[in-house]
């Protein structure tokens, strides 16, 4: 994904809110399986709270999410993380391995581990949608309100039944110019043609059994 489609004129110009996104209050309806949930707190001082849901049936996943005090207008790549040898956690500050006083999404991988799901508004909800850019929420208003029924591979599923799958979303205004850039962070360490502040997380939830 080109780094451009981040840029906020970019994003204002080319990205809605399609998709399955709707209120993330109540509790989901027409699901039966495992419900697990998640209280969204702060990475990076972004101030991001939040909670998220995921009721967990066979393969099938029905996740809803509310998030707010997101950077408005732009997109926020937001995922399901699970691992076998993470620590199935969100990460800290001592992760901050070269002390640059913020945390990367590789620095936060071994807490939370690698990409599941991706909560995309539409298409495709693997871990090859990481950096979907636009297909992500864009935060209208600083909050996000999402909903999608999909599917994930049956050891995934398990690991989110088991209480040891992450909810992290991604973005980071540092310099709180209205836009991802390079100059506050520098370029990602996902893809450097991407801005550190696009994919650097700014909330984190351990999903739990309720």
């Known amino acids: 994904m080109a780094g451009a489609t981040l840029l906020s004129g970019v994003v204002a110009a080319g990205l809605g809110t399609a998709g399955m996104v709707s209120s993330a209050s109540g509790a989901p309806t027409g699901v039966d399986g495992t419900q697990v949930v998640a209280d969204l707190n702060p990475l990076n001082n972004s101030g991001v709270t939040g909670k998220a849901k995921v009721v967990v049936d066979g393969r099938k996943l029905h996740v809803k999410l509310n998030a707010h005090?997101?950077?408005p207008g732009l997109p926020h790549a937001q995922h399901i993380h699970f691992g076998k040898q993470a620590l199935n956690e969100c990460p800290n500050v001592e992760m901050d391995a070269?002390?640059?006083?913020?945390?990367?999404?590789?620095?936060?991988?071994?807490?939370?581990?690698p990409v599941r799901v991706s909560l995309t508004e539409r298409g495709d909800t693997s871990a090859d949608s990481t950096l979907a850019v636009n297909r992500f929420p864009t935060a209208p208003d600083g909050h996000i309100h999402y909903e999608r029924h999909t599917r994930t591979k049956q050891f995934v599923a398990n690991g989110i039944k088991r209480g040891n799958a992450v909810v992290v979303i991604h973005g980071v205004d540092y310099n709180n110019n209205g836009e991802y850039d390079f100059r506050s962070a520098g370029r990602s360490e996902l893809d450097p043609a991407l801005p550190a502040e696009a994919t650097d997380p700014a909330t984190c939830g351990v999903l739990r059994l309720k």
């Open 69 to 71: 005090r997101l950077e």
């Open 98 to 113: 070269n002390g640059d006083f913020r945390l990367t999404t590789a620095e936060g991988q071994p807490a939370y581990g």
